[in-house]
């Protein structure tokens, strides 16, 4: 299956998805990096406010640490997860993330320029590196997730009414008044994330007391929804909601070969530093979906966060699939040709 | 704090409070600062930090203090910075008495009132007849002090000080020096005492002393951060202060990434104390008049500062009379002390908790509430809402129908029986308020940085600015007295009320901004905006509501409208926004500089004297006279600024020297020490006294304590709980409940548990618990979560119970939930009536609480046990008063 893709390599998988590097737009992303998510979730309310999108839960806590909202979903674009581990899960976390780093994977080059510079300043300015995270025994890990913007996005590739399309910034956008609710999306994402909206009524804390309704108006009933990397600021020049108003820069927007770069120093950053438990997420363009627009720094293992370690977009084994037909088909002529040779006997 | 080296974040949840804020900690920390969050929970900011200590709640001057053995003892004191601008070297009378000699109290206590006299505290003067001033240098008594809740009444500078002209032994040998004094004082706050008290190992203390001292210094600086943490305590003023003794033995205020964070923010929270919505405070931190003392100006003036002391309070005078004159303009003459008897005054406390018993008590009529919820955000709520059952009249301003507006008809009280709607003669106004979007103005930040905004879009139906609401209000109160004789009617009359309107009747905002700001009422510039409240003058010629702000439209300029990216300008950053007082970014920062005017180092130079020109130079304004040469000694007996010599960095302090001993101003003792918060449950390891002397107690039937440690009843309430915000509330919730992008993130009340309480209690994870005090029962989600740590303190173990204060019960908000603060009796710090909402006693079992009145019945059972009176812990020394005290 990789061969396949490496095959299609030779000109790049963003020009696979019909996406050209000479538009006049380049390709757009997020880095998240965690490690200095602080799980404040304005980057959900932000992105709920500009969005218009209903509020999502029902009010009841949901018995995971802070996080009351659980997942991605049609209304919820961003969504931060809370994890708390012990020293064991720590002490894992660092010797996996360690063993990634010396596959070359995902590819660190030694540290230079400000992340070097910092990584410097760091250790200097400490005696007995104690500027390496000195509260082992315990972590609370937060990390806001988001549409990948896959680079072969399985939600676009299955869409029967071409409502999804890939955009002038090379991200994936439902197009609401095409998309006819069918819901094959939501099968074709590897990660989750697209989700058709409830064509019912939300139901809220006021519907279990009967009290008043406050409910607000819900637009896009029944039909897929996802972030849209805030396409509408977008075509404006403006930066996506959730990273402007991300109080620490842990949400940063731009241009998605600047983003890998910044990302990939910034892991090296934090191994100088001890941290080797820092790791990239999505930034391997050789991966399932040949890489994703947007690009994360976890602390932990993909799974810790929820996220698949190795996403697969269904629509890749298409190429394969009609191989295995043919073959299959192949075989069962010759299969009835041997039969009826058999039957000459 | 970007510049920090060392950032120790302390009694705040930095990162979940003020996340806009905490963008500089995680700056400092990509520059390669250790941060570290001492905290009872393991919190968002702890996440962020590379070490959390846990710490039992209320034991922080015992750490701190633990500080100061260390930096003392190892030698680590920065001597330079130190003997050139503190009061290390200065003699203290020998009258003073300390904890040491007495047990845990200072001299001068009079248990029978609860107070302290302040005079013993007094610097030994110079005078050759060894005569000592009192404090005060008035008549005052320390009594008639504590009613004013004089720590806050004399404002940034301490009190007025006559006797400043102090003695000093520049060998620091003199056993009543302050070097040799601290060194006694502290000399118990050990590690092991530090192990002993706030639970936290050796390895981390060690760790923490280490990191603090190593990253402090010429080349290095350290900084802290607080906020309510510390603050609310029966002695939260004195943690401040034991922060503020250990930074200026670090050399770390003053400097760029040094300094004590004092974080508030939320809106305009900083501006609400320039511009004072406080009992005892006018605008500027001038004292509000005290009936019986204050009758006249002048007697008034002498209280706030003498002339003959050094530094900028000396011209108090300047900004009362320009405060006077911008209130009443032509009708404040020199002939009528400047309208000064139109001035209210008040005869005692007046804070909101005593405004609350004044109420049970029939004595209020009516009350306005204004971006506060104090059915919810009020320690002990049930006082708070009964209380309102016994107004005629009430008005609520907000952007919905909080709870402290509808308890009449959905609060718990009508739930229980206690209160029926029919029966509350409570007339209820309800106004709705724009938001900060729907108004132009001000807001003012925890950097005293004064932040203009435009109103962006108009307030939505009937909602409307405080601006407007009181502009109208005033003008219609002025309508109605119009034609009246009444002498008591000649303030309101006289009040200038003269602001420009827009076409809705909307006041201009920055004409308000003028006036604060002070223009000449007089002479050849008569109409001009003052550039400094240098300009002031004390003879009617000018004009200014707030003195610090002067300068805030300095040549006709709206100086708050700056915006000026940062990355257009310095780190400084003094094109973005304007800073009280002259756009000065960092207070005292002629100490960023040695004795002789030169940066301590070229890492942390910020300003420095400048040979050539003959002035104080450097990135920031300098927070000192500009032409006064580091080796100027003027004549002491100017007084006022120009009395102060070339190392005087602390201008606005009566010797112009930082405070390691505190002669006067603080109500509690002139050097922290620690006392057990009211309710703990464990002996005080460090003296016999176990709780704050002079903590404010309510002996009523309505607030009740848990018994304290060695009581009858002890035991009951076995575990602590601590109250807190969490980053997806708005405080009382007023702003965060009603709103459902908000109310999903947090949908209900919870509790933090630790597993091992959670195990010893059969909580269950994510089920229900109820928690009880002598105040009230709550129900709450059950959070089972390694954040929180039992820890061991003295041969036993505490277990703290976190609960957010966010939720309360009413029938409009879009979630509700029992309220922490319902669980809260009322002890005040006395020096700013801060109630201690960080540390009291509780018990807790696992399920829902009752419903109805099987609910108070759960409570009495709980109260028969310990045997709870309206007396209970509400003693006040611990040991028989000793010799020598009084």
Redesign the interface.
């Given at each position: 299956m990789t061969q396949e893709l490496e095959h299609q390599h030779h000109h790049g998988p963003s020009q696979d998805v019909g996406w050209e590097p000479e538009h006049t737009h380049s390709r757009k992303g997020f880095f998240t990096d965690s490690s200095?998510c602080?799980?404040?979730?304005?980057c959900?309310?932000a992105c709920?406010?500009w969005n218009e999108n209903p509020?999502?839960?029902d009010?009841?806590?949901l018995?995971s640490?802070?996080d009351?909202?659980g997942a991605l979903g049609a209304n919820t674009w961003r969504h931060v997860s809370f994890i708390?581990q012990?020293e064991d899960r720590i002490e894992k976390a660092r010797e996996s993330g360690k063993k990634l780093v010396s596959l070359g994977m995902p590819t660190v080059r030694p540290p230079e320029g400000p992340a070097a510079a910092?990584a410097a300043?760091?250790?200097?300015?400490?005696?007995n590196g104690?500027?390496?995270?000195?509260?082992a025994e315990?972590?609370?890990?937060?990390s806001s997730d988001v549409c990948k913007h896959c680079t072969y996005a399985g939600c676009l590739d299955v869409c029967p009414t071409g409502a999804l399309y890939r955009t002038e910034h090379g991200t994936v956008v439902v197009q609401d008044d095409i998309c006819n609710g069918c819901g094959t999306c939501v099968a074709g994402c590897p990660f989750g994330v697209i989700e058709r909206r409830d064509d019912g009524t939300v139901r809220?804390?006021?519907d279990r007391d009967g009290?008043l309704s406050?409910q607000?108006e819900v637009p896009n009933k029944g039909v897929a929804q996802k972030c849209t990397l805030c396409y509408d600021r977008l075509i404006e020049g403006q930066t996506p909601a959730c990273a402007q108003t991300c109080?620490?820069?842990s949400i940063k927007f731009g241009a998605h070969e600047n983003l890998v770069e910044e990302a990939e120093e910034r892991v090296a950053a934090l191994h100088a530093q001890g941290m080797t438990e820092a790791r990239l997420y999505g930034a391997n363009k050789n991966d399932g979906v040949g890489g994703t627009g947007s690009v994360f720094l976890l602390l932990d293992e993909p799974e810790v966060y929820g996220l698949p370690p190795d996403p697969q977009v269904p629509s890749k084994d298409l190429p394969l699939m009609f191989k295995k037909v043919g073959i299959a088909a192949a075989g069962l002529v010759a299969a009835t040709a041997v039969a009826f040779l058999g039957g000459r006997k | 704090m970007a510049n920090a080296?060392c950032i120790v974040i302390q009694g705040s949840n930095m990162?979940?409070c003020h996340?806009?804020g905490?963008?500089w900690v995680?700056e400092a920390?990509?520059?390669?600062?250790?941060i570290i969050h001492v905290d009872p929970r393991?919190t968002?900011?702890?996440?962020?930090?590379?070490?959390?200590v846990p710490i039992r709640t209320g034991t922080d001057i015992v750490l701190l203090g633990a500080l100061i053995k260390y930096v003392l003892d190892n030698d680590l004191w920065f001597k330079e910075y130190v003997t050139a601008f503190t009061n290390i070297a200065t003699i203290i009378n020998e009258d003073f008495k300390d904890t040491e000699d007495l047990g845990g109290l200072f001299s001068g206590f009079d248990p029978t009132e609860g107070k302290y006299d302040l005079s013993s505290w007094a610097y030994e003067q110079a005078y050759e007849d060894g005569s000592i001033l009192s404090p005060e240098g008035t008549e005052e008594n320390g009594a008639t002090q504590s009613e004013k809740a004089a720590g806050d009444t004399l404002g940034a500078g301490g009190a007025a000080m006559n006797d400043w002209v102090a003695k000093e032994d520049p060998t620091l040998q003199h056993p009543r020096s302050v070097y040799q004094i601290l060194k006694r004082h502290y000399a118990r706050y050990t590690p092991e005492m530090v192990e002993e008290t706030c639970g936290i190992s050796p390895e981390d203390f060690e760790?923490l002393a280490?990191?603090v001292t190593?990253?402090s210094g010429r080349e290095k600086t350290t900084c802290f951060a607080y906020a309510l943490g510390w603050t609310q305590h029966s002695a939260g003023a004195q943690f401040i202060r034991t922060a503020a003794i250990l930074q200026l033995l670090l050399g770390n205020m003053g400097r760029p990434g040094g300094g004590i964070m004092a974080l508030r923010g939320h809106a305009t929270i900083q501006g609400s104390t320039d511009i004072p919505t406080l009992f005892n405070l006018l605008p500027g931190y001038l004292p509000m008049p005290h009936a019986g003392t204050n009758d006249n100006l002048q007697d008034y003036l002498n209280s706030v500062a003498s002339k003959k002391q050094k530094g900028f309070w000396a011209n108090a005078d300047n900004y009362m009379v320009s405060l006077l004159k911008a209130w009443w303009g032509d009708a404040a003459t020199a002939e009528n002390d400047y309208a000064y008897d139109y001035m209210p005054r008040i005869n005692g406390a007046h804070g909101t908790y005593q405004t609350a018993v004044r109420m049970m008590e029939g004595g209020v009529d009516g009350y306005f509430i204004l971006g506060q919820n104090p059915a919810v955000g009020s320690a002990n709520g049930k006082l708070q809402r009964m209380a309102m059952s016994k107004l005629k009249w009430l008005v609520v301003r907000d952007f919905r129908l909080i709870e402290s507006a509808t308890w009449w008809k959905d609060g718990p009280e009508i739930k229980s029986g206690e209160l029926k709607t029919e029966d509350i003669d409570t007339e209820v106004f309800f106004f709705p308020a724009a938001n900060h979007t729907e108004k132009a103005g001000t807001f003012t930040q925890t950097q005293r940085m004064v932040q203009w905004r435009e109103q962006a879009i108009p307030p939505p139906g009937d909602a409307r600015s405080e601006l407007e609401f009181f502009y109208d209000f005033g003008r219609r109160l002025k309508e109605r007295v119009a034609h009246s004789t009444d002498w008591r009617d000649k303030p309101l009359q006289d009040l200038t009320w003269d602001y420009p309107v827009d076409e809705h009747g909307d006041p201009d905002a920055e004409a308000v901004l003028k006036e604060i700001n002070g223009y000449y009422t007089s002479g050849p510039k008569k109409g001009q905006v003052l550039d400094t409240f240098n300009e002031m003058k004390a003879d009617g010629s000018t004009a200014g509501g707030c003195w610090i702000y002067s300068g805030v439209m300095a040549g006709g300029v709206n100086h708050a409208k700056k915006k000026v990216p940062g990355y257009l300008q310095d780190e400084m950053a003094d094109q973005w926004g304007w800073v009280w007082p002259l756009n000065r970014r960092i207070l005292y920062n002629r100490a960023s500089a040695d004795a002789n005017g030169k940066p301590w180092s070229e890492r942390k130079k910020l300003v420095w004297w400048d040979e050539d020109t003959g002035k104080w130079v450097g990135d920031d304004v300098p927070d000192f006279p500009v032409g006064l040469a580091p080796t100027a000694r003027p004549d002491p007996n100017l007084g006022g600024p120009a009395a102060l010599s070339g190392t005087d960095a602390f201008i606005m302090q009566a010797d112009g020297k930082g405070w390691l001993f505190a002669p006067k101003g603080m109500l509690d003792g002139p050097l922290p020490a620690h006392y057990e918060p009211p309710e703990s449950q464990v002996r005080n390891p460090v003296y016999p006294q176990q709780n704050s002397p002079s903590r404010i107690v309510f002996k009523r039937g309505d607030t009740l304590s848990a018994p304290g440690y060695g009581e009858e009843g002890a035991g009951v309430y076995p575990h602590v709980f601590t109250t807190y915000r969490?980053?997806?509330h708005h405080t009382a919730g007023g702003m965060s409940r009603w709103l459902?992008?908000?109310?999903?993130?947090?949908?209900?009340m919870?509790c933090e548990v630790s597993p091992e309480l959670a195990a010893e209690t059969g909580l269950e994870?994510?089920g229900w618990a109820t928690i009880i005090s002598p105040q009230s029962a709550i129900e709450a989600?059950v959070?089972i979560?390694?954040?929180m740590t039992p820890l061991e303190v003295g041969g036993q173990t505490v277990h703290q119970i976190g609960l957010p204060y966010h939720w309360g019960v009413g029938?409009d908000a879009?979630?509700e939930g029992d309220g922490a603060n319902d669980l809260l009796g009322m002890t005040l710090d006395p020096n700013v009536l801060i109630q201690e909402s960080k540390s009291a006693a509780c018990a807790i079992v696992p399920g829902r609480r009752p419903r109805g009145n099987a609910r108070l019945d759960l409570v009495q059972t709980y109260r028969d046990r310990a045997n709870i009176s309206e007396n209970t812990n509400k003693q006040r020394v611990t040991i028989p008063p000793q010799e020598g005290e009084g």
């Open positions: 200095i602080i799980g404040c979730k304005a959900e309310v709920k406010t509020q999502d839960g009010y009841e806590i018995g640490s802070y009351n909202t708390e012990d910092a300043t760091a250790n200097a300015a400490t005696k104690t500027n390496m995270p000195d509260t315990f972590r609370w890990l937060m809220t804390k006021e009290r406050r607000q109080p620490t820069t | 080296d990162a979940e996340p806009v905490f963008q995680t920390k990509a520059r390669g600062a250790k393991f968002r900011t702890s996440a962020i930090a590379q070490k959390h760790y280490e990191s190593e990253n969490v980053t997806e459902p992008y908000l109310a999903e993130l947090q949908p209900e919870f994870p994510y989600r959070l979560t390694n954040r029938g879009t979630i």
